[in-house]
């Protein structure tokens, strides 16, 4: 087996761990400041410019993700892409995580404006990390 090709796929692979382990901390540390600032009176634009900031993050990542895994390892000087059929693929999934991402970021958006409950936003947030684990490539 090529070398360059193994070490693609353990790169790729890493740096989907890592994407997976930052999405999850960021998304739980700013739930928790999401939580104590509702108790503590933040203004709501402030909340939705956090919330705005760290969606702008999590799709940047999710592109990341997309981006190493269309991309062929022994092409990437050339940038060539990878078959149509895997790249349709990994488009799909990228476009469920785009949508995860934007469930979340209106359900943050609900929260801090008081339409749904802290329950209720703990819920649909723990759902909606839930179905971006299943569909992260």
């Not at 790169?11 to 999401?34: C, E, P």
């Not at 600032?37 to 799709?59: A, C, H, L, R």
């Amino acid at each position: 087996m090529n070398n360059g090709l193994i070490l693609g796929i353990i790169g790729g692979v890493a740096v989907f761990i890592i994407s997976l382990t930052l999405i999850m901390y960021i998304n739980s540390d700013l739930d928790q400041k999401l939580i104590e600032e509702m108790g503590s009176g933040v203004p709501t634009n402030v909340m939705y410019n956090q919330i705005d900031n760290d969606t702008q993050n999590q799709k940047s990542i999710a592109k990341g993700d997309l981006d190493s895994h269309v991309m062929n390892p022994t092409d990437w000087e050339k940038k060539g892409l990878v078959t149509d059929d895997n790249y349709e693929y990994y488009i799909q999934i990228y476009n469920s995580e785009i949508g995860f991402i934007s469930k979340y970021n209106q359900i943050r958006k609900e929260y801090v404006t008081g339409k749904i409950s802290k329950e209720e936003f703990l819920e649909e947030s723990k759902t909606i990390q839930d179905d971006l684990n299943n569909f992260s490539m």
